[in-house]
Structure formats: C-alpha cells, structure tokens
C-alpha cells in the first residue's frame, strides 16, 4: 500500500499560477488514476479533477491536472487563483483500497 | 438530480454504537458503490469501506474492521453504517459518497458523531 503526500499548506496571491503536487511513496505513479477534491471550511469535498486530467462539468478552465513521472507525483494547477479557491485540496488514489493524501490548506 | 441525504449529527456514550445513515435520490441506488469516509476535526480524508446495495458485497478498509459495518436497504435507497465500541477517536465527520468514473462524484453532507460521557 503506497502512501500520498501533499505539502500541508501552500500561500499564493490573487491572479496567479499554483501548483499542487500529490508525491507517490512507492510503484508507479501513473499506474492508477488520481482524482483531486477541493474541501471548503465545513463542506463536503467536491471533484476539481479525475481521472489525471478530466475536468468535470462546472469546474473552471483554470484547473488542470497532471502527472510528472520524473517526480513520480501528481499535479494540480490552478491558474490565475481567485479568492474563492482558497480551500484545502485533497487527492486520492487507490490500490487494494482508496488512499487520500493527506492535504494541502491553500490560502490566497 | 442526485442527492445524498445523511442523518443527523450524533452524541453518544464511550462503549457504546451508533447508525447513521445516507438516504439516496435521484439515480438508480442499487447500480453505484457507496462508500464511506472519516474526517477527523482539521485532518485529512480516511477511506472506510464500500458496498455495492445491488448485491450487498461489500469492502473494508482493514483498519475499520470490527469498527464499522456497512449494510444497504434498497427498499428505501439507503445505506448505513453501523460503527461499535465508541472511543473519542472515532469522533468525527463521516460522509458517504457515490463513486462514478472512479471518482466520488457526489457526497453526502457529513454527520458529526460526538464520543463523549
């Protein structure tokens, strides 16, 4: 069972680009999919990214995400960071069962 | 549309046991895994388990094993968790959320369980 890693917080300014990583201890980080949720104070985690890459209907343009095999992590990107993205930011994977990272606190 | 409706927050007794439950709507209940997952005041996310409410298979997370039981009554598209032998580390915010495209797509909107004398 491999583990997720996440910087525990990560400060950006309004307008600009942030990247998120999510580090894979052990086996190939492409070898399954990785999903990012976005966790705003007292609310239920909500889909920013699946499958890697896959944006869901109504999540802005200005996410994306990524894998950097050379870091064996995945990447989510926010680009051009507004106010309200100021959450915390999950990812998850799965292997015998489902693994969470143990998440990034963004702040703006 | 999809809905996960969960029960209400809980305060109960060191020892004892507590069922919550997650009403679905909105989509064929007995065709999507449901799963169930732990937040600890200002921690991260932890998976418990799933079931399947077609078939009632279900899947757990080893460390919750003895600790919570998961069931699915299609009769009334709903699945709950039974979580035993209370301590204050099982005080928490427990979701349920429908897995679709590997991800979960929907979740409920938490209930808080409170161990405490």
């Known amino acids: 069972q491999f583990v997720l890693t996440q910087p525990n917080s990560v400060s950006t300014n309004l307008g600009s680009t942030v990247k998120l990583s999510c580090k894979r201890s052990?086996?190939?980080?492409?070898?399954?999919?990785v999903n990012w949720y976005q966790q705003h104070e007292g609310r239920s985690p909500t889909t920013m990214i699946y499958?890697?890459?896959?944006?869901p209907d109504g999540v802005p343009d200005r996410f994306s995400g990524s894998i950097d095999r050379s870091s064996n992590s995945a990447l989510l990107t926010i680009n051009n960071v507004q106010t309200e993205d100021e959450a915390d930011y999950f990812c998850q994977s799965y292997s015998s069962g489902i693994i969470f990272g143990g998440g990034t606190k963004r702040t703006v | 549309q999809v809905q996960l409706q969960q029960s209400g927050a809980e305060l109960v007794k060191p020892g004892s046991s507590v069922k919550i439950s997650c009403k679905a709507s909105?989509?064929?209940?007995?065709?999507?895994?449901m799963h169930w997952i732990k937040q600890q005041p200002g921690n991260g996310l932890e998976w418990i388990g799933w079931i399947y409410p077609g078939n009632g298979n279900t899947k757990y997370n080893q460390k919750f094993n003895g600790k919570a039981t998961l069931t699915a009554d299609k009769s009334s598209s709903t699945a709950y968790m039974q979580l035993s032998s209370l301590t204050s580390e099982d005080s928490a915010v427990y979701f349920c959320a429908r897995v679709r495209l590997g991800n979960f797509d929907y979740w409920g909107q938490g209930v808080m369980v409170t161990v405490s004398s």
């Open positions: 499958r890697d890459d896959k944006r």
């Open positions: 909105g989509y064929t209940f007995t065709s999507y895994d």
């Open positions: 052990t086996g190939n980080i492409g070898s399954n999919y």
